[in-house]
């Protein structure tokens, strides 16, 4: 078992930045690929970013590419969440996750934190 759990949410003003963490117990991250994901009020849960579990390979969002940096520490069990020029659409519950292999797709993550607000006034 894994237990995920977020931090480095709150409250900011567009245009400003935020580093999302996410630690892990249990066991080590070193062997899971990694995702971030968001759901807004009132949609569906969205891929954010992804990273491998070895050499770092990386999938973004369209909607953050560019802004959004995630990186890991397998030395920290943590893996982050760089998320600058923050938009008022970024607003959302950021969650990560754990999965066997680098995908976007939510159904193939095994473990999941319990969220993290974030929101971004305009």
């Known amino acids: 078992q894994v237990q995920l759990a977020e931090s480095g949410g709150g409250l900011v003003q567009a245009g400003g930045s935020l580093r999302l963490s996410c630690a892990a117990s249990g066991r080590t991250l070193s062997s899971h690929a990694m995702g971030w994901f968001r759901q807004a009020p009132g949609k569906e849960r969205e891929f954010v970013a992804a990273?491998?579990?070895?050499?770092?390979?990386?999938y973004y969002a369209d909607s953050v590419k560019g802004r959004f940096t995630i990186s890991r520490d397998n030395a920290k069990n943590t893996v982050y969440l760089q998320m600058n020029s923050l938009k008022p659409e970024d607003t959302a519950v950021y969650y990560c996750a754990a999965a066997g292999v680098i995908t976007t797709r939510d159904r193939m993550y095994d473990y999941w934190g319990q969220g993290t607000q974030v929101t971004v006034s305009s």
């Open positions: 990273i491998s579990s070895s050499v770092g390979r990386t």
